[in-house]
């Protein structure tokens, strides 16, 4: 059996254990716990006038009721605005419960403890709350014009304004390289609103421990070690008095990394003045009105472009809408104006965004985040230029790569990470070329004339795109060797199921020359690891791969130090091979890792066998040194930290081939081709598994999800019923194929690959639908209907 | 989403049944498959002050299947008259209507009268049973009535089941000799309710020529809308029928409105060409041919 794990496509581990219903999401734990249910606002805009709990008092099991006026302290100020910018110049976060305004459906009001679920759901069903209505403000361009405000204080519902402008050769400004250009393009492009419903929606389950004046919460987060420190300064907590533990989290896709939200503080806060154990476990609909959405963008867009199809300048105005609240800054719109770049050098480019109030759900990161949208706009300026010159699409595209021997490629600009936006390493003409020859570019059009023979419309489309991976600011990692020879690994970024148990044991078991079978791996629970940031922007593979990979290598250097010593041997020539040290080339002269694991631990107590072997009067310990070295530690472990100077940039492109019904005017998806390059692949198999959920994501994008709301603010679609998450039998089957160009930036030569799968789909889709329909698209998703009425206004 | 307080009674018989749905009178709600009336707890949209479980009444399962056509007792799940190959000999529709109702495991669950009680427009059952001229079983303590199709769908999601009153089955005429019938949807997601469908009924004469041809449309009014298309179609082979002009004739009667899945006109749009693929279908069923 080998040990060089990594790169290979090992089956998930955790996935036994999932699949067969024996993993513990939240709900799953606290079974005796009392259950919170809030009373959210049925209006989009409106004072609180007066709030009557009186006749909830008569629900039996009804253990108390709260609202803003009884939140002491910290919890009484608005929600922590997580990542403040220069430009956020009006940045906004809501009440744990609503204070005097609610400024969207769904805001949570009332807060109730009662027994069970159904009981506190009735309760909540008799307060009484009565509300001034207020205009609400719904649609970006009903926001920017300013006349009824979301926020009285926030002139113009502007929350943000960003301008970053890049100048061309010559100095040339993206306006007067346009100006000077061959030729121009002007065009308007819609991105609708989509969210990121997780199967699993959020939830907190808090035990309070009176005699130890401790908290253990459990949430369905992505940063349980942010969470922690929310919590403990809300309630005022020393931090080592409070634990974080994320259990199973069924998806997040970014939403859970939004911190903390109402309910996180409030349900532990509760558990302690109650002294009884709380839980709240979101429900379908609450996820919809009182999480976070996200993708709604207007682009405005002026392109300059020779004879080639090279641009020359770019200009981009975006207006973002961001919702109620901004308690996530304004990542979004930054990724999106600079992700929007792409694989290609754009001359001059100029991009504006401003950050518009609505008063609909918040808008913070879903996979992709903001990078879809940014895709969209360029991939769709490419096909109008490829169409204006007549040209082929693909090869518009190769006519503005970076190319291989212009890495690192410096944008110019600043990224979401506040920090240089610097490509580190691409091969963008081999990915391209590789897309082409999979999904049959050059001979799709006999295969167009084909169908078309048949009455058949087919039609073929491109999209690609780079993805800033692995953002800092840090992780780390944790790795014990027992003296059972057992390896634990802990990192303190969370799962939701991208597959860490397998992929951290992959690379643990590689660096350290153990079986997989000996490494456990703990994530997301801060009592095994303190120091994390979370897990978001395909960033854990990276930060918590190269820290854990660290770690080993210390752990590894310490093991061949002390079986150097039993083995009278020069550590140089020794190798770890199946959980055993042994002189390279003479497996006979070796010694288990598990001896080494009891060796590195001088004991006074032999509780078993092997730690006999460890005890004072064992070994032919030398009598002029002390039993621990100096500079050494007890114990066969390590820990490090893995913090990147800037992003690594994964890139991909992705081909669909459509079919339109021209009757009914169905969009099928025939086949789906994806060429993704991640960097050096950890486990093959789940990356693709990450592309293929991140298309199927993204198909939901192109062809099925919005956010329906009606001009008083209501979300008409806030059910899966209505809001159209593709199923299995609208997924295509995906063709993948991989590049690895290694990341020079860290020890694995690894990039993220998380959310990479949705972020080109709606571009792709739309460039196909396009060819097969000869119309233009200036707007996703795109549904029959929608395709009817472009038909007949062609 | 958790339903409000209700009683609860689950009868053992039928006469149980009909004693407690006579002494709850409007405040019951009959439960057998659950899979309409359970989500419209949950999210409080209903909250009946008693919900009479009849999943343990013996007798109400039944698919009985005759050359007149398929008697299908109230606790006859979806999945087991979609299964029954002698309902789908005595009418074919039964099981081409079903295919497209949602999802295997709602099928699984999911009673075919239920769905005709619950009345969704968009539903696929209903316009199977007004397509074929069906009826209805309702009884109560006071005795049982046989309600027709056309009298019995009164309004979106509205019957003419009244308090105290259980549907206890439903009856699926067949057709006569050289009948074809075929239903066509087209669905935002697979298993979703239709955006817009038809089902279809063609009968031939002696000379394969079109005696008589009908279609159901779902999601286009507020109960399952019938046209008659005979004349349209004219006495004609059905290998030369026009169903483009016959299409033309649906789309006059129907009245649809928009949602926030497709417009009004898509809808009108979509049913003239389902109803023209249906017809097709049907007739080429009724001259024997597989469609």
């Known amino acids: 059996m080998t040990t060089k794990l990594f790169g290979e496509p090992v089956r998930r581990r955790e996935d036994a254990r999932l699949i067969t219903g024996q993993g513990r999401y939240l709900d799953d734990l606290g079974a005796g716990a009392l259950a919170a249910a809030f009373v959210r606002s049925p209006h989009a805009h409106a004072r609180i006038l007066d709030i009557d709990v009186s006749a909830a008092l008569d629900v039996e099991g009804l253990v108390a009721i709260y609202t803003w006026e009884d939140l002491p302290g910290a919890l009484a100020e608005p929600l922590p605005l997580l990542i403040p910018h220069p430009a956020l110049t009006h940045g906004r976060t809501a009440y744990p419960l609503a204070r005097e305004i609610v400024r969207h459906v769904g805001e949570p009001v009332v807060m109730v403890v009662a027994r069970d679920r159904y009981l506190a759901e009735d309760a909540c069903a008799l307060i009484r709350v009565d509300y001034e209505i207020l205009k609400p403000v719904v649609g970006i361009e009903e926001a920017v014009r300013g006349v009824h405000l979301v926020h009285e204080d926030v002139p113009g519902n502007v929350g943000a304004h960003l301008v970053q402008e890049v100048p061309g050769p010559g100095g040339l400004t993206a306006r007067e390289a346009i100006e000077a250009a061959p030729h121009t393009l002007e065009f308007r492009l819609d991105v609708e609103r989509s969210a990121c419903t997780p199967l699993e929606g959020k939830g907190?389950?808090?035990?309070?421990?009176?005699?130890?004046?401790?908290?253990?919460?459990?949430?369905?987060?992505?940063t349980s070690t942010s969470v922690r420190m929310a919590i403990a300064a809300k309630l005022g907590l020393p931090l080592p008095?409070?634990?974080?533990?994320?259990?199973d989290v069924g998806g997040g896709f970014g939403v859970k990394i939004v911190h903390p939200w109402p309910e996180e503080i409030l349900v532990p806060w509760a558990a302690r003045l109650l002294n009884r154990e709380v839980k709240w476990t979101e429900d379908?609909?609450?996820?919809?009105?009182?999480?976070?959405?996200?993708?709604?963008?207007?682009?405005?867009?002026?392109?300059?472009?020779?004879?080639d199809g090279r641009v020359l300048g770019l200009e981009v105005e975006i207006l973002h809408d961001h919702g109620a609240y901004t308690p996530y800054g304004i990542i979004v719109p930054i990724i999106t104006s600079t992700q929007l770049l792409g694989p290609y050098k754009v001359g001059a480019y100029r991009v504006e965004f401003s950050s518009i109030y609505t008063n609909t759900v918040q808008v913070t990161p879903y996979r992709g985040a903001g990078r879809p949208q940014g895709v969209f706009?360029?991939?769709?300026?490419?096909?109008?230029?490829?169409?204006?010159?007549?040209?082929?699409?693909?090869?518009v595209r190769a006519a503005n790569f970076i190319q291989p021997d212009e890495f690192p490629y410096d944008q110019g600009m600043t990224f979401q990470d506040g920090r240089p936006l610097i490509y580190d390493s691409g091969d963008y003409p081999e990915a391209l070329r590789m897309l082409k020859e999979l999904i049959g570019w050059d001979s799709f059009p006999e295969i167009k004339a084909r169908a078309a023979a048949e009455g058949r419309r087919v039609g073929i489309g491109v999209g690609c795109y780079v993805e800033g991976t692995g953002v800092g600011p840090y992780e780390g990692g944790h790795v014990q060797v027992t003296s059972d020879g057992r390896v634990h690994v802990s990192t303190g970024l969370t799962s939701q199921g991208q597959g860490h148990e397998t992929v951290f044991?992959?690379?643990?078991?590689?660096?350290l020359g153990v079986p997989i079978e000996k490494v456990s791996v703990v994530t997301g629970d801060t009592r095994r690891f303190g120091y994390a940031v979370g897990t978001f922007a395909s960033r854990a593979a990276v930060m918590s791969g190269n820290a854990i990979a660290l770690a080993c290598r210390k752990v590894r250097e310490k093991a061949l130090r002390i079986a150097a010593e039993a083995l009278e041997a020069d550590p140089r020539d020794l190798e770890i091979t199946d959980g055993m040290v042994h002189v390279a080339g003479v497996p006979s002269a070796s010694i288990p890792l598990a001896t080494v694991a009891v060796l590195s631990n001088p004991l006074r107590y032999a509780f078993d066998e092997e730690a006999k072997r460890a005890t004072q009067f064992a070994g032919p310990a030398s009598d002029d040194r002390p039993p621990v070295a100096e500079g050494e530690e007890p114990g066969l472990e390590g820990r490090d930290y893995y913090s990147p100077v800037r992003?690594?940039?994964?890139?991909?492109?992705?081909?669909?081939?459509?079919?339109?019904?021209p009757d009914t005017a169905e969009i099928r998806i025939l086949r789906y081709a994806v060429v993704h390059d991640c960097g050096r692949l950890i486990n093959p198999m789940i990356v693709e598994g990450q592309i293929h959920g991140g298309v199927a994501q993204g198909v939901g994008g192109a062809l099925y999800e919005k956010m329906v709301y009606d001009e008083h603010g209501q979300l008409l679609n806030a059910s899966f019923m209505d809001f159209l998450m593709p199923y299995a039998t609208e997924v295509p089957r995906i063709e993948t194929a991989h590049l690895e160009t290694p990341s020079p930036l860290n020890p694995l030569g690894i990039k993220g690959a998380g959310e990479a799968g949705v972020i080109p789909v709606s571009a792709v889709i739309a460039s196909a639908v396009e060819d097969a329909e000869g119309i233009t698209i200036a707007r996703m998703p795109i549904s029959p209907s929608d395709l009817h009425h472009l038909r007949l206004e062609r | 989403?958790?339903?409000?307080?209700?009683?609860?009674?689950?009868?053992?018989?039928?006469?149980?049944?009909?004693?407690?749905?006579?002494?709850?009178?409007?405040?019951?709600?009959?439960?057998?498959?659950?899979?309409?009336?359970?989500?419209?707890?949950?999210?409080?949209?209903?909250?009946?002050?008693?919900?009479?479980?009849?999943?343990?009444?013996?007798?109400?399962?039944?698919?009985?299947?005759?050359?007149?056509?398929v008697r299908v007792g109230a606790l006859a799940r979806h999945a087991a008259v979609e299964r029954s190959p002698e309902a789908a000999a005595a009418q074919p529709l039964l099981r081409q209507a079903l295919r497209l109702v949602a999802h295997p495991v709602i099928r699984n669950r999911g009673t075919v009268v239920g769905s005709l009680v619950h009345a969704d427009p968009a539903a696929e059952m209903p316009a199977v049973l007004a397509l074929l001229g069906g009826s209805v079983r309702l009884a109560s303590r006071g005795g049982e009535r046989e309600v027709p199709a056309a009298e019995f769908f009164t309004g979106p999601m509205e019957s003419a089941l009244r308090p105290g009153e259980l549907a206890v089955s439903a009856f699926f005429p067949a057709l006569p000799g050289r009948s074809g019938t075929a239903f066509h949807e087209v669905a935002r997601r697979h298993g979703d309710y239709a955006?817009?469908?038809?089902?279809?009924?063609?009968?031939?004469?002696?000379?394969?020529?079109?005696?008589?041809?009908r279609v159901a449309c779902v999601s286009v009014g507020p109960v399952p809308v019938v046209v008659d298309v005979t004349a349209a179609c004219g006495p004609r082979p059905a290998a030369s029928a026009d169903w483009a002009a016959v299409a033309g004739a649906v789309r006059d009667r129907i009245e649809p409105e928009g949602d926030i899945h497709a417009t009004a006109d898509y809808r009108r749009h979509l049913t003239g060409v389902l109803a023209a693929r249906a017809l097709r279908d049907a007739a080429s069923a009724a001259r024997g041919e597989e469609s």
């Open chain 2, 1 to 69: 989403m958790k339903p409000p307080p209700f009683g609860y009674h689950g009868p053992a018989t039928l006469g149980e049944a009909l004693d407690v749905l006579a002494e709850t009178g409007p405040g019951g709600k009959v439960l057998a498959g659950g899979q309409s009336l359970i989500p419209l707890l949950n999210m409080r949209l209903a909250a009946p002050a008693h919900i009479i479980d009849v999943n343990r009444v013996p007798g109400l399962d039944g698919i009985e299947a005759r050359p007149s056509g």
């Open chain 1, 505 to 511: 044991a992959q690379i643990a078991a590689t660096e």
């Open chain 1, 241 to 247: 008095k409070v634990e974080v533990i994320a259990p």
């Open chain 1, 377 to 395: 706009c360029m991939e769709r300026t490419m096909d109008r230029i490829a169409a204006h010159l007549g040209r082929d699409r693909t090869e």
């Open chain 1, 204 to 222: 907190v389950y808090a035990r309070w421990d009176a005699d130890d004046g401790s908290l253990r919460v459990y949430s369905s987060t992505q």
């Open chain 1, 647 to 661: 992003s690594t940039f994964a890139a991909g492109m992705h081909a669909a081939i459509v079919e339109t019904d």
């Open chain 2, 195 to 213: 955006v817009a469908g038809v089902a279809a009924a063609v009968t031939l004469d002696e000379d394969f020529r079109i005696a008589a041809a």
């Open chain 1, 284 to 307: 379908r609909r609450e996820h919809f009105v009182s999480s976070s959405h996200e993708r709604g963008q207007v682009q405005h867009v002026r392109v300059g472009f020779d004879d």
